[in-house]
């Protein structure tokens, strides 16, 4: 009960926002004479503003009421000071619904004060920009700002509200103009200024929505953060799918009204056929209104939705999904969906030419969407793959040094024989096999397929195939595990683009996490490091890399300087004498506890360009320097039997890491999960 209430106060107090911002537009534009035309109209238009504007403040009030008992749980909380006070003030939600409620009280003020002023372009255009100042606080609370609290961030979702207001908010001042119009004229003439005035704010809300649609476009894609599968199988997607059917019909509407009906209303007072446009213009505006309302609605279901981000999909309902990854090099696929392509772009051509051509509405409408349907058919079959219940199910387990080590022992003991020991398919029995193995290292297996694909292959074989099942032998932890090492031996591949020198403003490689603990006794994580310092992780073995050890510490308070932060791992487990004097000789942290895991499997990123290192079961380097941006990406890699002096020379070791402190570059930080 109590989320509905706050749904609809939501609702309420968006539209009497929205309505007063595109109202006052709509006016500017009808003022642009020197004197505004059918009086009436507009009274009764501006007698509703002082209504719209006590509803936005109570909206806000009814739903700051209902926040807090969804958060206390409790309804007596409402009636403790305490309570309000402590949210508004230590809670980021509470401030911005402090700002909000500020900026509604200033509208509130200034549509009492300028009541009685004389009406004038310049005066709607200044109600209209403080009618946009709740609406951009509104977007601070957004999906597109809950991640990351910038400008970047917020303006594609505060330009998308207020061009929603500018359209919608438009409509009642432009039904108000046509009825009271008809209920006024004792002929069908319409009255020449004011259809220059729908003519005009026609032409301004087709730019409008085609921003209204672009800057969703953008919201969306950041929400979804190519999660797109969510669009068809979680609430929040169902809900937007709806959004999006019925804004199709409010375009398609606005269309016919453009098109059809104000044409009508061309010929001036003389034209015979005005009253037929006015009551088509009235009747479709009004659907268009009624839709227009339902969307918002949805709008502010969806706002207060959980995010495709954070909304699981247990079980994929279909038994296929798209994905142009897996199926473009496949036989006639490029073919057939530009084919599609072609029978789409020409549908469009015939939208194009019926206008031209002034084809009835059912013709314009029913050729395109035949074609449309058409083009469809024969560009998405071909790009259709398989798809499971787990395909699109996120791994519950990390993609870390642990889970990807013990993903390492269990590929040892039930996979190495058949798919070999770099996952290449070259085992000693696959050529026993009716099936070709894939190249799990080499070739783009893992990004053509989900983790949920691999899962399930894992837990039940591969139907046609020799691949068994393991869900009987292996705990759902342990499939994981194996997912995230199949997942390991592809990054690693990947990271042989790596070399002693950083490529400027560019990342690409997603380095495992890893938890340790060091010779002080400080725990600690990767992620730690984010945001603040980049990291050099150095794999070591003692003996070997005594030399190198010392330079290290010949120039640890230079690098401290530059705000970097060394982590020592040895790749092979140490005495406790040895531990005693690395940690005596070494100023830097040497991890303890997780360092055979972080080892191995950073070991998986040591191939290069010149030594791939893909025969066998392959050699592990006794000496790797890994340089970890801010962001937490892999961005420069040393193995000293591989690149020879590279980072000895410390200079260019010193290079980088400038380069590196250099950047400007957002990104966001890398996932804890494969995908």
Same mark, same amino acid.
């Given at each position: 009960?109590?989320?509905?209430?706050?749904?609809?106060?939501?609702?309420?107090?968006?539209?009497?926002?929205?309505?007063?911002?595109?109202?006052?537009?709509?006016?500017?534009?009808?003022?642009?004479?020197?004197?505004?035309?059918?009086?009436?109209?507009?009274?009764?238009?501006?007698?509703?503003?002082?209504?719209?504007?006590?509803?936005?403040? #109570?909206?806000?009030?009814?739903?700051?009421?209902?926040?807090?008992?969804?958060?206390?749980?409790?309804?007596?909380?409402?009636?403790?000071?305490?309570?309000?006070?402590?949210?508004?003030?230590?809670?980021?939600?509470?401030?911005?619904?402090?700002?909000?409620?500020?900026?509604?009280?200033?509208?509130?003020?200034?549509?009492?004060?300028?009541?009685?002023?004389?009406?004038?372009?310049?005066?709607?255009?200044?109600?209209?920009?403080?009618?946009?100042?709740?609406?951009?606080?509104?977007?601070?609370?957004?999906?597109?700002?809950?991640?990351?609290?910038?400008?970047?961030?917020?303006?594609?979702?505060?330009?998308?509200?207020?061009?929603?207001?500018?359209?919608?908010?438009?409509?009642?001042?432009?039904?108000?103009?046509?009825?009271?119009?008809?209920?006024?004229?004792?002929?069908?003439?319409?009255?020449?200024?004011?259809?220059?005035?729908?003519?005009?704010?026609?032409?301004?809300?087709?730019?409008?929505?085609?921003?209204?649609?672009?800057?969703?476009?953008?919201?969306?894609?950041?929400?979804?953060?190519?999660?797109?599968?969510?669009?068809?199988?979680?609430?929040?997607?169902?809900?937007?799918?709806?959004?999006?059917?019925?804004?199709?019909? #409010?375009?398609?509407?606005?269309?016919?009204?453009?098109?059809?009906?104000?044409?009508?209303?061309?010929?001036?007072?003389?034209?015979?056929?005005?009253?037929?446009?006015?009551?088509?213009?009235?009747?479709?505006?009004?659907?268009?209104?009624?839709?227009?309302?339902?969307?918002?609605?949805?709008?502010?279901?969806?706002?207060?939705?959980?995010?495709?981000?954070?909304?699981?999909?247990?079980?994929?309902?279909?038994?296929?999904?798209?994905?142009?990854?897996?199926?473009?090099?496949?036989?006639?696929?490029?073919?057939?969906?530009?084919?599609?392509?072609? #029978?789409?772009?020409?549908?469009?051509?015939?939208?194009?030419?019926?206008?031209?051509?002034?084809?009835?509405?059912?013709?314009?409408?029913?050729?395109?969407?035949?074609?449309?349907?058409?083009?469809?058919?024969?560009?998405?079959?071909?790009?259709?793959?398989?798809?499971?219940?787990?395909?699109?199910?996120?791994?519950?387990?990390?993609?870390?040094?642990?889970?990807?080590?013990?993903?390492?022992?269990?590929?040892?003991?039930?996979?190495?024989?058949?798919?070999?020991?770099?996952?290449?398919?070259?085992?000693?029995?696959?050529?026993?096999?009716?099936?070709?193995?894939?190249?799990?290292?080499?070739?783009?297996?893992?990004?053509?397929?989900?983790?949920?694909?691999?899962?399930?292959?894992?837990?039940?074989?591969?139907?046609?195939?020799?691949?068994?099942?393991?869900?009987?032998?292996?705990?759902?932890?342990?499939?994981?595990?194996?997912?995230?090492?199949?997942?390991?031996?592809?990054?690693?591949?990947?990271?042989?683009?790596?070399?002693?020198?950083?490529?400027?403003?560019?990342?690409?490689?997603?380095?495992?996490?890893?938890?340790?603990?060091?010779?002080?006794?400080?725990?600690?994580?990767?992620?730690?490091?984010?945001?603040?310092?980049?990291?050099?992780?150095?794999?070591?073995?003692?003996?070997?890399?005594?030399?190198?050890?010392?330079?290290?510490?010949?120039?640890?308070?230079?690098?401290?300087?530059?705000?970097?932060?060394?982590?020592?791992?040895?790749?092979?487990?140490?005495?406790?004498?040895?531990?005693?004097?690395?940690?005596?000789?070494?100023?830097?942290?040497?991890?303890?506890?997780?360092?055979?895991?972080?080892?191995?499997?950073?070991?998986?990123?040591?191939?290069?360009?010149?030594?791939?290192?893909?025969?066998?079961?392959?050699?592990?380097?006794?000496?790797?320097?890994?340089?970890?941006?801010?962001?937490?990406?892999?961005?420069?890699?040393?193995?000293?039997?591989?690149?020879?002096?590279?980072?000895?020379?410390?200079?260019?070791?010193?290079?980088?890491?400038?380069?590196?402190?250099?950047?400007?570059?957002?990104?966001?930080?890398?996932?804890?999960?494969?995908?």
């Amino acid at each position: 009960m109590v989320e509905i209430v706050a749904a609809i106060a939501r609702w309420f107090q968006l539209a009497a926002n929205m309505i007063l911002l595109g109202s006052c537009i709509f006016l500017a534009i009808a003022s642009t004479r020197k004197q505004a035309y059918l009086e009436a109209w507009i009274e009764r238009l501006e007698r509703l503003f002082p209504w719209l504007a006590i509803t936005i403040p #109570i909206g806000l009030m009814v739903i700051l009421m209902t926040t807090l008992v969804q958060v206390t749980g409790n309804v007596s909380s409402l009636w403790q000071q305490e309570v309000w006070l402590g949210f508004i003030k230590d809670t980021r939600v509470g401030q911005i619904w402090g700002w909000r409620t500020l900026f509604a009280v200033l509208l509130l003020f200034t549509i009492f004060h300028f009541r009685k002023s004389s009406r004038t372009r310049n005066r709607y255009i200044f109600i209209a920009v403080i009618a946009t100042l709740p609406l951009i606080a509104g977007s601070l609370a957004s999906h597109a700002a809950a991640e990351e609290f910038s400008v970047s961030a917020i303006l594609p979702y505060a330009l998308h509200i207020i061009l929603a207001g500018v359209w919608f908010g438009a409509l009642p001042a432009f039904l108000l103009m046509i009825y009271e119009n008809h209920k006024n004229a004792k002929t069908k003439r319409f009255n020449v200024p004011e259809y220059k005035t729908l003519m005009r704010f026609s032409s301004i809300a087709l730019p409008v929505m085609l921003l209204i649609i672009l800057t969703g476009i953008t919201v969306a894609d950041r929400i979804f953060d190519s999660y797109y599968a969510a669009l068809v199988a979680t609430p929040y997607g169902w809900l937007l799918s709806t959004k999006i059917l019925i804004l199709s019909i #409010i375009l398609l509407i606005a269309a016919r009204v453009r098109a059809h009906w104000l044409p009508l209303l061309a010929s001036g007072p003389q034209a015979e056929n005005t009253g037929d446009g006015r009551a088509g213009i009235r009747k479709w505006v009004r659907i268009e209104f009624f839709l227009a309302l339902l969307l918002l609605f949805l709008a502010t279901v969806i706002a207060n939705t959980t995010p495709v981000k954070h909304a699981l999909i247990e079980n994929w309902p279909y038994p296929f999904r798209f994905s142009i990854l897996a199926t473009w090099n496949q036989p006639n696929v490029a073919t057939q969906v530009w084919i599609g392509v072609f #029978i789409l772009v020409l549908a469009a051509g015939v939208i194009l030419l019926g206008r031209l051509r002034n084809w009835e509405f059912k013709r314009l409408i029913s050729i395109p969407a035949i074609l449309l349907v058409s083009g469809l058919a024969v560009a998405l079959p071909p790009l259709t793959i398989q798809a499971y219940p787990e395909t699109y199910r996120r791994p519950p387990v990390p993609f870390d040094a642990i889970s990807i080590a013990n993903g390492a022992a269990l590929y040892a003991q039930h996979c190495v024989e058949c798919h070999g020991y770099q996952g290449m398919g070259n085992g000693i029995k696959a050529r026993t096999l009716s099936t070709k193995l894939p190249d799990l290292l080499t070739e783009p297996h893992t990004a053509e397929h989900t983790p949920g694909d691999f899962y399930n292959w894992i837990s039940y074989g591969m139907v046609n195939t020799d691949m068994p099942g393991y869900a009987d032998k292996l705990s759902d932890e342990d499939r994981w595990d194996l997912v995230n090492f199949v997942h390991a031996l592809s990054r690693g591949y990947q990271a042989r683009i790596l070399s002693p020198e950083i490529t400027p403003n560019k990342a690409y490689v997603k380095p495992p996490l890893f938890s340790y603990a060091d010779n002080n006794g400080v725990n600690g994580t990767l992620q730690d490091f984010r945001g603040n310092k980049t990291t050099l992780l150095v794999v070591f073995s003692w003996s070997q890399s005594q030399a190198r050890m010392e330079q290290l510490k010949q120039v640890y308070s230079r690098l401290n300087e530059q705000n970097i932060a060394v982590l020592a791992v040895p790749a092979n487990e140490l005495t406790t004498d040895e531990m005693a004097q690395v940690a005596a000789e070494l100023p830097f942290p040497i991890v303890t506890q997780s360092a055979a895991e972080i080892s191995s499997s950073y070991a998986l990123s040591r191939r290069t360009l010149t030594h791939p290192d893909i025969i066998g079961r392959g050699k592990i380097p006794d000496h790797m320097e890994f340089l970890i941006d801010r962001n937490g990406y892999m961005r420069a890699r040393w193995i000293p039997s591989i690149d020879q002096s590279g980072w000895s020379d410390i200079d260019k070791l010193n290079q980088q890491i400038s380069l590196l402190n250099r950047e400007q570059m957002k990104m966001p930080y890398p996932e804890d999960f494969v995908r």
